[in-house]
C-alpha cells in the first residue's frame, strides 16, 4: 500500500522525523511549509497522513480548516508539539494542566497530540532524561500513531473500492448492463447544467420496442430478456462517443446526446430505427425474431428546468404520438406542429458542430465509474405527464 504523507513544517523539522517515515520508499513524503500551497495541495491531491509542526506559522489554521472539510474527514492529521515555549512550562505543570493542552489541540482537529521538543535547542531546558531516551519515546510514540494512521487508510481504501462496487451496481441495468434509469437522474441534470454552461445544444431520444408484450406472450420471459439484451448490444455499438444509452423500464430506452442539434437527433434516431428493424435477432440457431421500434426525439428549450424533466417529458409525448400513429417511425420536435412560443426559444438547437460521425462505444460504461453510491442514493424521481411512474417501479408498456 503506497501511503502518502505531507509534512507541514520546515526543514529542520523534517530531519527530527524517524528514519522509518523519511527514508526512500516507505512513504511517498512532502513536505510543505505555506499555508495555502498546503491547501492546494490537499485539494487536489489529498494525503493519507499529515504531520503539522505545531510552531511552524499558520499550523493551527491548517488544523482548524481540515477540520472543516468534511469530504476530507478521512486524512489522519497528527499534531507535533515543538514550541519552545510550551514544552518549557511542561516541566513545571501539572498533568492536568497537560491534558487540557491536549484537549485543545484535538478539537482543533487533529486526531493525534504528541509533545515532541528538540532537547537539543537553546530555548528548550534539558530534560531529566538523556537526549537519547526521550527521543526514542518521542519516535515510538510517532511510529505507534502511524500504524493507526495506516489501518485508517486501509479502512477508507477498502471503503472506496466496495463503495465503487455498489456504485456501478447501482447505475448499471442488470439485464442489458446499460446504465439503468438512477444512472439518468444524476446524469441528465448534469447534461442540461454542461449544455447552458458551454452554450451547446444538447438532444435526447426516448425509444420502445414495439408490440413487446406479444413476445413475452409467444416465446416467454427468457426469450424476451435475450431479445432485449441482443437490442442493447445493437445500440450502444452503433452509438457515438458522446451518446450515452439508459434502460428507463422495461422494453423501452433513453439515449442522452450531447453536443447534438435536434436535427443531428433526428438524424441518429432514423439511424437506429433502420438498424434495428432491417435485421432480425437471432435468439438462437432455431429461433430469430422480427422487431421495430417507436422513438420521440427532443431538445433542450431555454426555459426547460434544470432537471431535465421537461426535456424528457416533450421526448415521452413524441414516441407516444409514434405509438399512436402506427409505430416503427421517428417523431422529432422538427416534424410536429406545435404553435407555442417555446419553440423558438431553443437553446442552439439548430447550431451545428463540427463533426457528427459515428465513432464505435463499445461499452458505455465509463458513467458508472464517475459517480459515487452515496450522490444517487437520494436522487428524485422522474414524472411523465402522461405516465407518472416512481423510482422503485418497473414500467412494463402495453405494446
Known amino acids: 500500500m503506497n501511503i502518502s504523507i505531507l509534512v ?20 511517498n513524503l512532502e513536505a510543505i ?17 499529515i504531520l503539522i509542526q505545531s510552531s511552524q506559522d499558520d499550523s493551527m489554521q491548517l488544523c482548524c480548516w481540515l477540520n472543516q472539510q468534511t469530504k476530507l474527514s ?5 499534531l507535533l508539539e ?21 484537549s485543545r489541540a484535538l478539537k482543533l482537529g487533529a486526531d493525534a497530540y504528541i509533545w515532541y521538543g528538540d532537547a537539543h535547542s537553546e530555548s528548550t531546558p534539558q530534560r531529566k532524561t538523556d537526549s537519547a531516551a526521550y527521543w526514542n519515546a518521542s519516535h515510538r510514540l510517532l511510529l505507534s ?5 495506516l489501518r485508517k487508510a486501509q479502512k477508507y481504501r477498502d471503503l472506496m473500492k466496495t463503495n465503487d462496487l455498489l456504485s456501478t451496481i447501482a447505475l448499471a441495468d442488470s439485464l442489458t448492463e446499460l446504465n439503468n434509469r438512477r444512472a439518468l437522474e444524476w446524469d441528465l441534470p448534469r447534461q442540461v447544467k454542461k449544455a447552458r454552461t458551454d452554450n451547446t445544444p444538447l438532444s435526447l ?12 406472450d409467444k ?21 457515438r462517443v458522446q451518446d450515452t444509452a439508459f434502460r428507463y423500464g422495461g422494453e423501452e430506452f433513453v439515449i442522452i446526446l450531447g453536443n447534438t442539434t435536434a436535427e443531428e437527433a433526428d438524424s441518429v434516431a432514423y439511424r437506429l430505427n433502420k438498424i434495428v428493424g432491417d435485421s432480425p435477432f437471432a435468439i438462437d440457431s432455431t429461433l430469430t425474431i422480427d422487431v421495430t421500434i417507436s422513438l420521440g426525439t427532443a431538445c433542450l428549450l431555454a426555459n426547460d428546468d434544470e432537471k431535465g424533466l421537461n426535456l424528457l417529458d416533450r421526448a415521452d409525448t413524441l414516441l407516444l404520438q409514434a405509438k399512436s400513429e402506427g409505430r416503427n417511425r421517428v417523431i422529432s420536435c422538427i416534424n410536429t406542429t406545435e404553435k407555442n412560443s417555446s419553440v423558438h426559444n431553443e437553446v442552439n438547437c439548430n447550431n451545428k458542430i463540427q463533426s ?14 464517475e459517480v459515487n453510491y452515496r450522490t444517487i442514493a437520494g436522487s428524485s424521481s422522474y414524472v411523465s405527464h402522461h405516465r407518472a411512474i416512481q423510482l422503485p417501479c418497473i414500467k412494463i408498456a402495453v405494446g
Not at 457528427?356 to 465509474?369: G, H, M, R, V
Request: neutral net charge.
Open 205 to 216: 431520444i426516448i425509444l420502445d420496442v414495439d408490440h413487446f408484450k406479444k413476445v413475452n
Open 356 to 369: 457528427n460521425s459515428y465513432i464505435f462505444n463499445p461499452t458505455n460504461k465509463a458513467l458508472q465509474k
Open 74 to 78: 478521512w486524512i489522519y492529521c497528527i
Open 145 to 149: 500513531q502511524l500504524t493507526v494512521a
Open 33 to 49: 511549509a505555506n499555508l495555502q500551497m498546503a491547501v492546494s495541495r490537499i485539494q487536489s491531491k489529498p494525503p493519507d497522513i
Open 219 to 239: 416465446y416467454g420471459h427468457l426469450v424476451g430478456d435475450k431479445l432485449l439484451k441482443l437490442l442493447s448490444n445493437r445500440i450502444r455499438n452503433n452509438l
Open 82 to 102: 515543538d514550541s519552545p515555549e510550551l514544552i518549557a512550562d511542561r516541566e513545571n505543570q501539572s498533568w492536568e494542566w497537560e491534558s487540557e493542552i491536549t
Open 8 to 27: 507541514f513544517g520546515n526543514d529542520k523539522f523534517l530531519a527530527t522525523l524517524p528514519e522509518q517515515i523519511r527514508e526512500a520508499g516507505a512513504f
